[in-house]
Structure formats: structure tokens, C-alpha cells
């Protein structure tokens, strides 16, 4: 029962610590350097993630092969949709930077049907479409308003493939079922 209750508290400070992530980078940026926050974050995630992972639930550390599979992993998650991100979010409002996060499941799943030859059932493209057009009604007001360039944009974008690549790599890796998706 304490693991459940201990699970249930650390889902909810990530899901706050992600919804905020936007708006904290963007006045992040005001005093501090892209690199340095992404350095700063990435070095308080995985102190908090090895603490709770091998102290509290007492898990094994990675072994040989996994060492080069969480390189790759970190790579695309860290070093470049992480990095991007913070740069991109030097050229768009963080409501968009939010809105881009929700693209990731459409993402995710055009490049396993692209690359990975999934098929997508008729209720995961109405799904797509909806997404999509959601993503694009929310976001037309701050395109509208000038609130990100299109350089911005693009950085963003390029971070988003990241991340879903990242995902989708994770999600294949030896022993691991595939990614939830749409």
C-alpha cells in the first residue's frame, strides 16, 4: 500500500512539473542560458530518478548492452528534444511550446507506420485528425499574434520527431513491449 501511495504522489508532482515545463523555460530564459538549463535540468531529473529508482525501490543498475541503448535513448531525448526545445522556446510562447507536447501520439504513430510498416486502424487516424485539428485551433490565435517565428517553429518540430523517435526507440529495446499508443 505505502508503494502505491508513493507511485501515486510521484505521478502527480511529474504531471505537474511537465504541464508547468513551458512557462518555467520561458522565464528561465530570461536569466540563464539554453545549455545551462537543460544541463540543470537534466541533472536534477536523474539525481531524483536514482534516488527513487535504486534507493527507494531498490532496482538494478543498467547492465553492458543497455549502457549504448540508454545512450541512444538519452541522445534523442535529452540531448536533442530537450536542447531543441529550449532553444525553440527562445522564438515561441510557451502556450505553443504546450500545444507541441500534445503532438507527440500523432508522431509517435505516423513513424511506426512509416518506419516500422504498423498498419493504423480507421479509429487511430479519426483519432489523428482530431488531434491535429485540435492542435491547429489552439495554436492559430498565437500564430495570429506573431508569437513564434517561423525558425522557432521549426526547431520545435525537429524536437517533437525527436522525442517520438526517442520514445519509439525506448519502446523497442530488448525485453520492452511496444509504446502506447493512439
Not at 516500422?116 to 485551433?137: D, H, M, N, P, W
Amino acid at each position: 500500500m505505502r508503494k502505491r501511495i508513493l507511485l501515486f504522489f510521484a505521478g502527480l508532482v511529474f504531471a505537474v512539473l511537465w504541464s508547468s515545463a513551458s512557462t518555467a523555460t520561458k522565464l528561465g530564459l530570461v536569466a540563464a542560458q539554453p545549455l545551462v538549463i537543460c544541463i540543470t535540468r537534466f541533472f536534477l531529473a536523474g539525481v531524483l530518478m536514482l534516488v527513487i529508482a535504486h534507493i527507494l525501490f531498490r532496482s538494478r543498475l543498467p547492465r553492458s548492452k543497455e549502457w549504448g541503448q540508454l545512450a541512444v535513448y538519452g541522445l534523442l531525448n535529452i540531448s536533442l528534444y530537450l536542447g531543441l526545445y529550449v532553444v525553440a522556446m527562445q522564438h515561441v510562447s510557451p502556450g505553443l511550446g504546450s500545444l507541441a507536447v500534445a503532438t507527440n501520439p500523432v508522431f509517435i504513430n505516423l513513424i511506426a507506420a512509416l518506419f516500422f510498416r504498423e498498419s493504423l486502424k480507421i479509429y487511430t487516424i479519426i483519432s489523428l485528425l482530431l488531434c491535429s485539428a485540435g492542435v491547429v485551433l489552439a495554436a492559430w490565435p498565437l500564430l495570429q499574434n506573431s508569437s513564434a517565428t517561423p525558425g522557432g517553429l521549426l526547431i520545435l518540430l525537429v524536437s517533437m520527431l525527436a522525442y517520438s523517435a526517442g520514445v519509439l526507440y525506448f519502446s523497442r529495446m530488448d525485453g520492452r513491449q511496444p509504446a502506447a499508443r493512439l
